[in-house]
C-alpha cells in the first residue's frame, strides 16, 4: 500500500499559522487528488480541502481564505498552509492521497490515509 506521512502540527495561538504537510512512498504511478481532513472529537471526519492533478481546488466554507492547500507532484507531497487560526480549526487534520500504483505488475488504484497530526490553537 502507500504509506503517508503528516508532520507539521503542533500548538499555536489564534491568529497564527501553521504549515502541514504529507508525504507518500510506495511505488505510485500517479496522485489523482490530494485531500485534507479534520476531526473533532465526537465528531466524522470532514472535509477541509483537495486539489486535483491538474491543480484544480476546493476547499470547505469555514477554512476559505485562510488555508492554502498545495501539492509537489515530484515529491508526492501535499501541503495546507494555514493561516489566521481560531480555536474551533483544533482538531486531529488527516491527509488523503488517491491515484494508482504497481503492485507486483499490476497497477492498482489506492486511497490512503495518514496516521493524523494534532493542532491545537490556544492562547
Known amino acids: 500500500q502507500v504509506q503517508l506521512v503528516e508532520s507539521g502540527g503542533g500548538l499555536v495561538q489564534p491568529g497564527g499559522s501553521l504549515r502541514l504537510s504529507c508525504a507518500a512512498s510506495?511505488?505510485?504511478?500517479?496522485?489523482?487528488?490530494m485531500g485534507w481532513y479534520r476531526q473533532f472529537p465526537g465528531k466524522p471526519r470532514e472535509l477541509v480541502a483537495i486539489i486535483t492533478s491538474g491543480g484544480s481546488t476546493n476547499y470547505a466554507d469555514s477554512v476559505k481564505g485562510r488555508f492554502t492547500i498545495s501539492r509537489d507532484n515530484a515529491k508526492n507531497m501535499a501541503y495546507l498552509q494555514m493561516n489566521s487560526l481560531k480555536s474551533e480549526d483544533t482538531a486531529v487534520y488527516y491527509c488523503?492521497?488517491?491515484?494508482?500504483?504497481?503492485?507486483?505488475?499490476?497497477?492498482?488504484?489506492?486511497?490512503?490515509w495518514g496516521q493524523g497530526t494534532q493542532v491545537t490553537v490556544s492562547s
Open positions: 488523503n492521497q488517491k491515484g494508482r500504483m504497481i503492485v507486483g505488475t499490476t497497477l492498482r488504484q489506492f486511497d490512503s
Open positions: 510506495g511505488n505510485i504511478v500517479s496522485i489523482d487528488v
